[in-house]
């Protein structure tokens, strides 16, 4: 094991020299708020930060290292564009008060990134603010709460989710303050059209879809299933978690939804987690736009912009602008690819996520039959009951290949699941060498599964005890 | 794979064990219950004096794979929870006939229960699907 930075600490050793305090300005604190003992932080110099952190960097796995794909969570290269775009002083060297006047050009790149994200959506307006993908539907069922309510429409409460939705559905929604419907997927995986239709009624406020779904497949009764919503008088959701698959060739607008969410960390190739932050920006139709959050940026008639503050609005969901420099990367991505190179980017992911599966179903059960969108499911129940070897054993002997494990268990309707969503940025020597690793750990779960019981060998760190952790958390350093 | 005889079960892999002539019953979930869901490291306990309706959830719990809702086989008041769970959610693993979740009073309706055959029949069917 690699050491903790404060095992690194050596007491007196410092980064900077502070200059002598001018003025004691402990004068003016009450003293009952003064700090008695040290605050007990690591004391290193930058040299050991530097190389503290660059160990720690080799120890990991990010998309600068190689295959990582991770389904559900299109990893994709995040170009360096982005990034210099995103350090530019005028971007950086800001205020989020200060005046309008100074800040021109990022109220353009804000106005620009909402114009260009609605227009992919097919939605009327578009709010920056979201933090995150889930941030981004709990922020859409406010909307449409917010919408019905002032339709007088208090009964609506119900939230409709097909079994194969993303965990967050249901958690945002219940967050939101409504209760949730489950609707079971049919044999393909799509939503069950008569089920549907019984679930929807005088209480349903919306359905949340993910287009395509979380089996990697486009729902080819869309239509008709935001027509039955919407009869009901309910509202549609699209979670575009998915949105990799169809950016630039449909629209959730054009298959009758009202509001979507997008992750910028996803399909428009910012970073993900703690090296992004992420963004999710929400869109709607017209008549849900009076309720957005926060404040929009829009050009004035005279060409300047200013923010537009709409009249209805839920409230802040985030302080100030939301992770305004995550819009700046987004905005760099679409203005790069144009709208033919998003619809380009989109096919070629789609091209990918078959090309790999085909190549993996000689030994792999799929989840389901025929092509793929931009990802696919396997399911391993067949080989745990026939070698004992598990998903969870199969993702971690990737570990070993140098490659990222697939999303592992998910969806949930999918027993012993490996989700893979290759995306488009990688190349088909990447892909080839990615078929020929996970079919020689498929060989060797049937001649020597035991070694695959033992994987990873060959990480820093082998297999780690999960439930240990999570019965037992030691969450205090030095205990 | 454990069915015993004594007890009912539902099709949500849940057992209810019906005493004092049908007036109180214990919840608890199956032998193929705990082994769909691997290792279990969490289970939210309900409140005593809480009532619950057949059919909707009476809790979850969790495992390294996933977080799943446990329904209510019957409708009733909750007199007793069984504490030990909260430090020892691996007795739902060991012996998942042992480790009652809840103790039910009053009850009422209840959700289709099978006997210990059809619910072997139907366990059956569920892996062949």
């Known amino acids: 094991m690699s050491m903790l930075i404060f095992e690194r600490s050596s007491a007196g050793r410092r980064l900077s020299i502070l200059p002598e305090k001018p003025v004691e300005i402990e004068q003016y604190i009450p003293s009952e708020c003064l700090r008695r003992q040290d605050l007990d ?8 930060i530097s190389r503290h952190y660059t160990e720690l960097a080799k120890r990991s796995h990010g998309v600068n290292d190689g295959f990582y794909p991770l389904g559900s969570c299109t990893m994709k290269y995040n170009p360096k564009l982005n990034e210099a775009m995103a350090v530019l002083p005028g971007f950086c060297d800001i205020h989020p008060l200060q005046p309008l006047a100074s800040i021109q050009g990022c109220l353009q790149v804000m106005a620009e990134a909402q114009k260009y994200l609605a227009e992919i959506t097919g939605m009327d307006a578009v709010t920056l603010q979201p933090g995150a993908g889930a941030h981004g539907e709990f922020t859409g069922l406010l909307l449409i709460k917010a919408y019905l309510h002032s339709q007088g429409q208090l009964a609506r409460n119900k939230i409709i989710v097909p079994d194969s939705a993303h965990g967050t559905n249901p958690a945002s929604a219940t967050m939101a303050g409504f209760s949730v419907i489950n609707v079971p997927s049919d044999e393909e995986g799509y939503v069950d059209l008569d089920l549907l239709q019984a679930a929807v009624g005088d209480d349903t406020a919306a359905l949340m879809l993910t287009n395509p779904n979380t089996l990697g497949r486009f729902d080819k009764n869309i239509l008709q299933i935001t027509k039955i919503v ?93 992770n305004f420099l995550v819009a700046v990367k987004a ?60 998903a969870m054993d199969v993702a971690k002997a990737l570990l070993d290949y140098q490659m990222h494990p697939p999303t592992m268990y998910f969806p949930l309707i999918v027993h012993e699941a490996l989700m893979v969503e290759p995306t488009e940025t990688e190349s088909k020597e990447t892909l080839d060498q990615a078929a020929q690793a996970y079919l020689e750990i498929y060989r060797r779960a049937c001649s020597d599964p035991e070694s695959l019981h033992k994987a990873p060998q060959t990480t820093p760190v082998g297999r780690v005890d999960e439930v240990g952790a999570a019965r037992n958390p030691r969450l205090k350093f030095g205990d | 794979m454990r069915i015993p005889q004594d007890l009912q079960y539902t099709k949500s892999h849940e057992w209810v064990k019906l005493y004092d002539e049908g007036t109180k019953a214990k919840v608890g979930i199956t032998d193929f219950a705990q082994n769909q869901m691997g290792d279990i490291v969490f289970i939210t306990l309900p409140e005593v004096g809480n009532s619950v309706t057949a059919e909707e959830t009476l809790t979850d719990f969790e495992s390294v794979k996933a977080v799943s809702d ?30 009652w979740i809840v103790e039910l009073e009053n009850i009422g309706d209840t959700v289709e229960l099978l006997s210990a055959d059809a619910y072997e029949a139907y366990c059956k069917e569920q892996e062949e699907a």
């Open chain 1, 41 to 48: 932080l690591p004391q290193l110099s930058e040299n050991d």
């Open chain 2, 70 to 99: 446990i329904y209510s086989p019957v409708s009733g008041d909750i007199c007793a929870v069984n504490e030990e769970l909260a430090d020892a959610p691996e007795l739902l693993n060991t012996d998942p006939y042992a480790a």
């Open chain 1, 331 to 390: 905005l760099s991505y679409i203005l790069t690819l144009g709208a033919d190179g998003l619809a380009a980017a989109a096919s070629q992911s789609v091209l990918n996520a078959n090309y790999l599966m085909k190549q993996l179903s000689a030994s792999y059960d799929m989840a389901c039959d025929g092509l793929c969108m931009h990802e696919f499911v396997m399911s391993l129940e067949k080989l745990k009951q026939q070698t004992g070897v598990s």
């Open chain 1, 230 to 322: 919407h009869d009901a008088g309910g509202l549609c959701y699209y979670d575009g978690a998915n949105l990799n698959a169809v950016v630039g060739l449909v629209r959730p607008g054009d298959m009758g939804f009202d509001v979507v969410h997008l992750n910028l960390h996803k399909t428009f190739s910012t970073p993900h987690g703690g090296g992004g932050p992420g963004s999710g920006p929400v869109g709607c139709k017209s008549f849900l736009a009076p309720f957005l959050p926060g404040r929009l940026a829009m050009e004035e008639e005279d060409g300047t912009y200013g923010w537009l503050l709409p009249e209805q609005s839920i409230g802040d969901v985030k302080a100030f602008y939301g």
